[in-house]
């Protein structure tokens, strides 16, 4: 009697003889099988092969991975978890609806939770499928590939700690738009906790909030004082001498006029983080390709002329939310732009390169 809800059995496997109910159970173990992350740290990559320019993320030790095919030394693996909804934007390239557009990447979490385990620094630039969203945070997916040494695998059961698809139902809408969980679960066990820390062997980083830019990586040794606390975070104070002379001026925050694409390509990683208000000529509107390291793959950028064209080309990167109006502009028009510095000197072709904030 035929199964109409199966698929014919390939007229090879017939020829063989291979009853259909042994192909069906051969498969079925790939589809549900699960890998664990055995190392600190490994790269996610888009192909699997270590080339510049493939790399997606870098996931972190212990996360579960859904293991969807191998290829000589390589996994293909599905990664999920939540991501903070304002570091992400539309997008449709490759089948896929999301992309991640947050300066320097955004971490991949457990739960819709800022306090909850880290999965995955992902990287900017990165393609993403949305799965389910939570106030401010949405679910999301990306298959991809991962060193096969550096995983082992896991059964069922040990993965099911990963939240399944509905958890946006179960989280309140008085908690859902909020970035940090209110709750502490150390203050409800009456825990007296510590106002001091000193960092242990490894280095600490110090970031600017839980899911923000680091600023420094924390010695050993490092006392620092507590101020606050959140879930597993502590915001912390740490006093320590610098030397002035390597500081930028008082007003470096300000935009400034005064600064050059030549002074940018001569001291490159010194005005790094700067803003500049520049007339430049607008040329073109281009998508980097991904040799050009200094940009995310696809990431669309000004292609523009200094008023002073002796001083060559600078590059704009543009975001999502500045494109339609970049799109409206007519080639070898002037304009005025105010944009942070994200290098004096790229990597490919030696020229600044601004993130563009605002555009006239």
Not at 95 to 106: A, F, M
Not at 306 to 318: L, N
């Amino acid at each position: 009697m035929p199964f109409p809800d199966r698929p014919p059995l390939p007229a090879f496997l017939r020829w063989l003889g291979v009853p259909l109910t042994l192909v069906l159970l051969a498969a079925a173990p790939l589809r549900s099988q699960s890998v664990r992350l055995t190392v600190p740290e490994e790269n996610f990559r888009k192909e699997p092969v270590v080339t510049t320019g493939n790399r997606l993320a870098t996931v972190l030790e212990g996360t579960v991975l859904a293991l969807a095919g191998r290829q000589g030394r390589w996994s293909q693996v599905a990664l999920e978890g939540w991501i903070w909804k304002p570091s992400v934007s539309p997008d449709t390239r490759d089948g896929l609806d999301l992309v991640v557009s947050k300066p320097g990447g955004e971490n991949l979490r457990e739960r819709p939770d800022a306090g909850s385990r880290r999965l995955a620094i992902l990287e900017r630039g990165m393609l993403l499928d949305s799965v389910a969203a939570s106030g401010n945070w949405v679910r999301v997916r990306r298959t991809a590939w991962i060193w096969s040494e550096s995983v082992t695998e896991t059964t069922a059961a040990a993965a099911a700690g990963s939240p399944p698809e509905d958890a946006a139902e179960s989280v309140s809408g008085a908690e859902s738009d909020e970035r940090v969980d209110p709750s502490d679960s150390n203050a409800a066990a009456g825990a007296v906790l510590p106002d001091r820390l000193v960092i242990d062997e490894s280095a600490v980083m110090l970031l600017v909030s839980p899911d923000g830019d680091t600023l420094a990586a924390l010695n050993a040794g490092a006392d620092l004082s507590v101020l606050d606390r959140q879930g597993e975070w502590a915001r912390v104070r740490l006093e320590g001498w610098i030397w002035e002379p390597a500081t930028l001026p008082a007003d470096s925050a300000a935009a400034s006029d005064s600064l050059t694409a030549s002074d940018l390509r001569a001291n490159p990683t010194q005005y790094a983080g700067r803003r500049v208000r520049w007339t430049v000529q607008y040329v073109a509107l281009e998508r980097a390709e991904a040799v050009r390291t200094d940009f995310y793959e696809g990431e669309p950028f000004i292609l523009a002329r200094p008023e002073d064209r002796s001083q060559g080309f600078v590059y704009i990167a543009v975001p999502p939310e500045l494109l339609s109006q970049v799109e409206s502009l007519r080639p070898l028009q002037m304009i005025e732009v105010l944009g942070r510095v994200r290098t004096g000197r790229s990597a490919l072709m030696g020229v600044p390169i601004l993130d563009l904030l605002a555009i006239r």
